[in-house]
């Protein structure tokens, strides 16, 4: 069977992406393809982020933050428990240095677009720039958070982020 094609870059459930959210969009895997982290050139929005460039963007990026005093393995190890423990500790790390926004290992590990937005704008923010570079940057992400409307879900992403789904305390 032939592999289903990448959905188009910008596109989401309520239609268009505007461009100037494409656009921000851009900048920030711009952004991060420029400190070395392995995007490929075909990644065009980052709804087609997956849990291995999430791992990678975030271990480089808080090695950047800190001048090397976080340094974490930057791909995801083979065993799922040892894929756990790193998104773990790199979700700790993440909360400890100032994040606010959800974030434990199924945001890493099973990224959403939502998440994986808020965590990489997080992060790019917080790299060493000179200040112009800063306030031109901020501009960008800010649209990027406000303008940019959600699109086709990730189809590896966890349908269920509940980690006891219809256990102990759901409705029922």
Do not use: F
Not at 21 to 34: P, V
Not at 59 to 81: D, N, Q, S
Not at 97 to 120: E, K, M
Request: overall charge positive; glycine content about 8%; some cysteine.
């Amino acid at each position: 069977p032939k592999p289903e094609p990448k959905p188009k870059a910008g596109l989401s459930r309520g239609g268009a992406m505007s461009a100037s959210a494409r656009e921000a969009e851009g900048i920030l895997l711009l952004s991060l393809r420029q400190v070395g982290v392995p995007i490929p050139e075909d990644v065009e929005g980052l709804h087609e982020i997956t849990a291995e460039l999430l791992v990678h963007s975030v271990a480089k990026c808080l090695a950047l933050i800190t001048e090397g005093a976080v340094a974490e393995k930057t791909t995801l190890p083979e065993g799922v428990a040892a894929r756990h423990r790193l998104c773990t500790r790199l979700a700790q790390l993440l909360k400890d240095h100032g994040y606010a926004g959800d974030c434990g290992y199924n945001q890493l590990l099973y990224p959403s677009w939502q998440h994986t937005r808020q965590i990489l704008t997080w992060l790019v923010e917080r790299l060493p720039r000179s200040e112009e570079e800063k306030a031109s940057l901020a501009l960008a992400l800010t649209l990027t958070l406000t303008l940019t409307p959600n699109p086709k879900p990730n189809p590896n992403a966890n349908p269920n982020p509940d980690p006891n789904p219809g256990g102990r305390g759901a409705r029922r």
